[in-house]
């Protein structure tokens, strides 16, 4: 029995030697990560990293293409013909970065049908403020102004995260969201400043709806967040879910003002022993429910995506058919 349990088998042998080799893989890529290299596709890598980053950009992607829902929805109802080509402009962008990031997820050895299959059954998550419903015009400014405001502060420290394919794609990203928080803010601010008393209080209803699911956008408090412990030790966030909502609510205080608008927190105000503002306490429970399905508007949303699924099944197999006739061209010439 004894000899039995110390003999090693060929097999076993292999695995051992084949466990040497990765843990000295684990140690050269820890060395790379703590260098501040980045990673590319092709590199080793620890099977728990690949499968965070594909979490991590899948989701950012479906939240790409389901952010193009709430705001396509005014497309037809913009005021002006210049309001229809700026906003037109922005959700075809979003289609866009949804590509860069599904195909930056595709590095990692995922497909794009498996993403999307995760999207449809409910599986993978997408960003929780999409589930909320833009009722009125203002709704699109405040959505330029504070989502995509909250969607720069956490995408710029992306532009550096450890795996390169995502890093880069994040940097055309960026400089595109600029472009949309600009939009948003140059309309609320037309609204304030030169609209009726009727446009500013639609402009102050759009904010008291979206402050708070946007706080909501930088994921749970950090001792409530699985991930960034880990994700951060890696180099894939650089920045703590909390640490970056902070500095949110610090950027915008100023930017409210200079709408004039209020921020619906009673709660908040100018801490300057922190130089930071304090501000109040954020309804988890509402967040956890809309992750998890039941937000005001995840059923509709889904049924949206599915619906665009199955009406473009003719188009994705006209694409393989034509596809399969020039690969069959190209091989008899
Ligand atoms: N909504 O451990 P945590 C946009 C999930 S698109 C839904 O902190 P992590 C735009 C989280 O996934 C904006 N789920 O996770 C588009 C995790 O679930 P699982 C999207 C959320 O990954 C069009 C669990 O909660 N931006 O800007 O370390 C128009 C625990 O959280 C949310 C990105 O995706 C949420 N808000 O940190 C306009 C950026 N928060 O997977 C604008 C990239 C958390 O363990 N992503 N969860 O079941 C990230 O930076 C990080 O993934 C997060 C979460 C900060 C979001």
């Not at 400043?193 to 402009?203: E, F, K, L, P, S």
């Not at 105000?269 to 930071?276: D, G, S, V």
């Amino acid at each position: 029995m004894y000899t039995q349990a110390m003999s090693v088998g060929p097999q076993e042998t292999a695995a051992k030697v084949q466990s040497v080799e990765e843990a000295q893989a684990q140690q050269a890529f820890d060395a790379r990560i703590d260098a501040g290299d980045f990673i590319e596709a092709k590199d080793w890598m620890p099977e728990h990293y690949r499968k965070t980053l594909v979490r991590q950009i899948s989701q950012h992607a479906h939240s790409e293409i389901v952010g193009m829902l709430p705001e396509g929805n005014w497309i037809t109802r913009a005021p002006t013909l210049k309001r229809k080509a700026i906003l037109l402009a922005k959700v075809q962008d979003e289609a866009g970065h949804g590509l860069y990031l599904y195909s930056a997820a595709e590095t990692l050895g995922t497909s794009r049908d498996q993403m999307l299959d995760a999207l449809h059954t409910g599986k993978a998550k997408y960003s929780s403020i999409f589930n909320y419903p833009t009722l009125s015009w203002a709704d699109v400014g405040v959505i330029g102004w504070l989502v995509d405001g909250a969607a720069i502060m956490n995408q710029v420290p992306l532009c550096r995260c450890s795996y390169a394919p995502y890093a880069r794609a994040m940097i055309r990203v960026c400089r595109e969201e600029s472009f949309h928080q600009r939009q948003g803010f140059e309309s609320l601010l037309t609204m304030t400043q030169h609209g009726t008393d009727a446009q500013r209080a639609m402009v102050q209803d759009a904010v008291d709806r979206w402050w708070w699911p946007s706080l909501m956008m930088f994921g749970p408090e950090d001792k409530d967040s699985p991930n960034s412990e880990q994700s951060i030790r890696w180099g894939i966030k650089r920045i703590t879910n909390d640490q970056l909502r902070q500095k949110f609510v610090d950027a915008c205080v100023p930017q409210a003002a200079l709408l004039g608008v209020t921020l619906p927190d009673p709660d908040l105000k100018w801490n300057a022993e922190r130089e930071a503002h304090d501000f109040g306490r954020i309804d988890w429970d509402e967040f956890w429910r809309v992750i998890n399905g039941d937000g005001p508007c995840n059923r509709e949303r889904l049924a949206a995506r599915v619906k665009a699924w199955d009406e473009g099944a003719w188009v994705r197999e006209a694409a393989l058919a034509y596809a399969k006739k020039q690969a069959m061209k190209e091989q008899a010439a």
